[in-house]
Structure formats: C-alpha cells, structure tokens
C-alpha cells in the first residue's frame, strides 16, 4: 500500500504543470487511507478522492459559501501575485484539486495557500488555532500535453462524477464554472486555459512555452480513466476505469 505519511519528498521539476490535491483537517478517518490489499498509487488517490466526493463524515466547510469564497479568492490571487498560472480547479465540500504552473518555489506557494485560507476560513468558524487543512497535499507534475489534458477534464468534472450537478459549468466553484462571481481573475484564467484546448496548444517542457499543435485539438481522453496520478514522483500506472 503507498505510504502516504508526512514529510515524503515532493518532486517539482522546474517548469512543468503540477496536479495538486489537498483536504480538509479530519475528512479522513484516522488511520484510513485505502481498502485492504495491494494498490498503485494512481489506484489509492482514485480510491481516496471517490471517497471524499462521496463521504458525508468529518468537516464539509468548503460547502458553505464564505468559506469556498476565501479558498478561490486566495488562488485568484496567486495569478495576480505571479505566483503561477492558473489552469482548471475545483472545490469540492473537503478537498480541493488544482493543475498549476509555479513561478516561485512550488513548496512556498502551496504553504502560502493552505495557510493564509486556514487562518481566514477558522476566523469565519470561530475556530482560530486549530488545524484546518490536512497537513500533506497530493501532487503529481504532469508529463505532457496529453496528460494535462486529460487531467483539466478531471477536474472540472469532478463535481459531475461525484452528482452533484449535470454539467460542470452549473457548478460554482470551478474554473467551468459559468458563474462571473469569481471575478476578472478568475475569467482571463479560464479564457487562457480554454483558448489553449481550443487552438491545440501545447507545453513544451523543453522551452518551458506553449506552441500551437498542426493537429488542432488535443487528443481526447478517456475521462474515466481519471488523471495517472505518481504521488511525490512516483510512476505508476493510470488507474483503472470506474
């Protein structure tokens, strides 16, 4: 079974995209991270984020509205900080996904992140002092273009695989999201990101740019199939179809 304990190195080579997954303080139970027998990586995040998708156990604060308005403000943020680029995100009740490109060091951003929404999420619930995100996040940096592909759609249909709504644009916090509340921000964001898949733009690790594909579109992806997901630069194999 991965070994998901703190303090496991996190592999973010220099320009490349970085899936990043993060959950609320308590959303699992202690001691709870996978079925019992032998799991891949990729298989025990699929295991753990149709868990939390689906778990009304344990806190579900980012359903309530001026808390996912603190988390989104704060990654909107980031953009206008140059602290990265933004590609698609999602909030769910007690996790959080997101597929960013770090302009400065991916440690210092996430830690700025988690803790600047810990302290205004805990001033909201009167609970100044506790914990209020789990310590250890999930990421993976992302191989190629195919791949970002691939995970972008994960993302954004997140809320649709969970049941949430029937289309990913009716959900409101999601870059999908056709709700213009989330600000000037968040709309070049989504515009960037679209006009990208659009066109077949594609990462070019090597020159750390985007270049459009003679093909057009990216290849499309079996959205089942989920995100590969190596934690802490891991490979291991796509999980299996739902």
């Known amino acids: 079974m991965p070994n998901f304990r703190r303090r496991l190195p996190h592999q973010y080579p220099e320009g490349k995209w970085i899936f990043a997954t993060w959950h609320l303080h308590g959303s699992l139970p202690q001691g709870r991270f996978s079925p019992p027998g ?4 990729g298989e025990a995040f699929v295991w753990l984020d149709r868990y939390l998708d689906t778990t009304q156990k344990g806190p579900l604060y980012l359903k309530l509205e001026p808390i996912a308005k603190v988390v989104v403000a704060s990654l909107l943020r980031g953009i206008e900080l140059a602290h990265y680029e933004l590609g698609p995100w999602v909030l769910m009740a007690n996790h959080v996904h997101v597929l960013l490109l770090p302009k ?12 600047v929404t810990a302290r205004e999420a805990n001033k909201i619930l009167g609970l100044t002092g506790n914990p209020f995100w789990q310590g250890e996040s999930y990421d993976h940096w992302v191989r190629d273009d195919v791949e ?18 029937e289309r990913a644009e009716d959900y409101p916090w999601s870059s999908a ?30 020159t750390k740019s985007f270049t459009t594909s003679p093909e057009g579109l990216l290849p499309s992806a079996n ?3 989920g995100p590969p997901m190596p934690l802490h630069g ?4 796509k999980p299996p179809e739902s």
């Not at 032998?38 to 990586?41: H, Y």
């Open 177 to 206: 999201s056709a709700d213009t509340s989330v600000g000037a921000a968040g709309t070049s964001a989504r515009a960037t990101w679209l006009g990208r898949r659009r066109l077949g733009w594609q990462w070019h690790q090597s």
């Open 223 to 225: 959205l089942a199939d």
């Open 38 to 41: 032998k799991l891949s990586a």
């Open 234 to 237: 891991r490979t291991t194999n």
């Open 104 to 115: 400065i060091a991916p440690a210092l951003l996430f830690r700025g992140l988690k803790g």
């Open 148 to 165: 970002m592909d691939r995970i972008g759609k994960y993302i954004e249909n997140n809320p649709v695989k969970a049941g949430l709504v």
